[in-house]
């Protein structure tokens, strides 16, 4: 799994930091741009393509979240930068999307991205990426900021769509094989989402917080009015 990339959708990819290892690789792949959710410092030591990580800038378009995976982390106030680097580097050939793992950020970045840009619901955003990556699991505080982030979509009259009957996942790349611990299967995405719904329960509303991310609201519709719809909508 360290070294798996998995495709989402066509020029979307998710892998961890490891994953980055073979610049050729990418390349194949038709990847131009790199989004890390994390920090720069996952690049230091680690080699890719001849050269160290740290080289990966020069080899292409790098955007650098520097976000912390723990449930305090208001990784919200980036969704909007982040749709956006996403949607451009998919104009532009490729974007991989990682953290270190390739578990909570980098797919808590993917689920913002398709809510804003493809309309998908959270249900759907979640399992375009766990049925090709069984691994992801986003911390329960951005999961509840994924809530939020959908509940105000809703607020703002933003239709949102599920998946369609007999929906298929994408061929995967090679190499992109699933390995689990003790080689027991996977949770189903029911099962994840059950419990990440659970999870998030538990978590005070990063809905004021949420509000900096400068989602274009619809006219009429204030801040104090859309706190109020989102807090009625978003997990208890």
Same mark, same amino acid.
């Given at each position: 799994?360290?070294? +798996?990339?998995?495709?989402?959708?066509?020029?979307? =990819?998710?892998?961890?930091?490891?994953?980055?290892?073979?610049?050729?690789?990418?390349?194949? #792949?038709?990847?131009?741009?790199?989004?890390?959710?994390?920090?720069?410092?996952?690049?230091? @030591?680690?080699?890719?393509?001849?050269?160290?990580?740290?080289?990966?800038?020069?080899?292409?378009?790098?955007?650098?979240?520097?976000?912390?995976?723990?449930?305090?982390?208001?990784?919200?106030?980036?969704?909007?930068?982040?749709?956006?680097? &996403?949607?451009?580097?998919?104009?532009?050939? @490729?974007?991989?999307?990682?953290? /270190?793992?390739?578990? +909570?950020?980098?797919?808590?970045?993917? &689920?913002?991205?398709?809510? &804003?840009?493809?309309?998908?619901?959270?249900?759907? /955003? =979640?399992?375009? &990426?766990?049925?090709?990556?069984?691994?992801?699991?986003?911390?329960?505080?951005?999961?509840?900021?994924?809530?939020? #982030?959908?509940?105000?979509?809703?607020?703002?009259?933003?239709?949102?769509?599920? #998946?369609?009957?007999?929906?298929? !996942? !994408?061929?995967? !790349?090679?190499?992109?094989?699933?390995?689990?611990?003790?080689?027991?299967?996977?949770?189903?995405?029911?099962?994840?989402?059950?419990?990440?719904?659970?999870?998030? @329960?538990?978590?005070?509303? =990063?809905?004021?917080?949420?509000?900096?991310?400068?989602?274009? $609201?619809?006219?009429?519709?204030? !801040?104090?009015?859309?706190?109020?719809?989102?807090?009625?909508? +978003?997990? $208890?």
């Amino acid at each position: 799994m360290g070294n +798996s990339i998995h495709k989402i959708d066509e020029g979307l =990819f998710i892998c961890g930091v490891a994953a980055l290892s073979d610049f050729n690789r990418l390349r194949r #792949l038709g990847i131009k741009c790199v989004l890390n959710a994390a920090r720069s410092d996952l690049y230091a @030591g680690l080699a890719g393509g001849g050269a160290a990580l740290q080289d990966l800038p020069n080899h292409f378009e790098v955007k650098i979240i520097g976000a912390d995976d723990n449930e305090e982390c208001n990784l919200s106030v980036h969704f909007q930068v982040i749709a956006d680097f &996403i949607e451009a580097g998919r104009k532009k050939g @490729g974007v991989v999307v990682h953290c /270190a793992a390739g578990i +909570s950020r980098a797919s808590t970045s993917c &689920i913002a991205y398709q809510l &804003i840009k493809e309309r998908w619901d959270l249900e759907a /955003a =979640f399992t375009r &990426i766990h049925t090709v990556r069984h691994i992801v699991c986003p911390n329960a505080g951005f999961w509840r900021q994924l809530c939020d #982030l959908q509940a105000s979509l809703i607020a703002q009259g933003i239709v949102s769509r599920k #998946l369609p009957a007999g929906w298929t !996942p !994408p061929q995967q !790349p090679e190499n992109s094989e699933e390995r689990h611990m003790g080689g027991r299967a996977p949770e189903t995405t029911s099962e994840v989402l059950k419990e990440l719904d659970w999870q998030a @329960g538990k978590v005070a509303s =990063f809905v004021t917080h949420f509000l900096t991310a400068r989602l274009d $609201p619809v006219d009429g519709l204030g !801040p104090e009015v859309l706190i109020s719809q989102v807090r009625q909508i +978003s997990v $208890p």
